[in-house]
């Protein structure tokens, strides 16, 4: 069982950076597609940027530009460096890890197997 912890969430001011760190406890040789999530108030948990294992990066068009998707060499931590950061970003940040090696839509929280406890981002304006 692979347990995730974020780290790196607080309150900043529109157009401040923020990074998000995603620690695993356990590493296999091999790691699954990991994902960052949303969850605003009253929204559903969207994906924000998915980390695929051939280290292919991508995020939604909303975050474009703005965040970006790593990972440290060990491949134990991930990362989501957000800059320039707006009121609509406030949201619950969520790390993910999935399980299997296909899924149809990886922004998709059904994909995933194994999530932290989030990390709190709130932006003023």
């Known amino acids: 069982q692979v347990q995730l912890v974020e780290a790196g969430g607080g309150s900043v001011e529109v157009g401040a950076s923020l990074r998000l760190s995603c620690a695993a406890s356990e590493v296999f040789p091999t790691r699954g597609v990991l994902g960052w999530f949303r969850q605003g108030p009253g929204n559903e948990r969207e994906g924000v940027a998915v980390?695929?294992?051939?280290?292919?990066?991508d995020v939604v068009d909303s975050v474009k530009g703005r965040f970006t998707i790593s990972q440290d060499n060990a491949k134990k931590t991930m990362y989501l460096e957000m800059n320039k950061v707006k009121p609509e970003d406030t949201a619950m940040y969520y790390c993910?890890?999935?399980?299997?090696?296909?899924?149809?839509?990886?922004?998709?929280?059904?994909?995933?197997?194994?999530w932290g406890q989030g990390t709190q981002v709130t932006v003023s304006s």
């Open positions: 980390l695929y294992t051939n280290g292919r990066v």
């Open positions: 993910a890890e999935a399980s299997q090696p296909v899924c149809t839509n990886w922004y998709s929280a059904s994909c995933y197997a194994y």
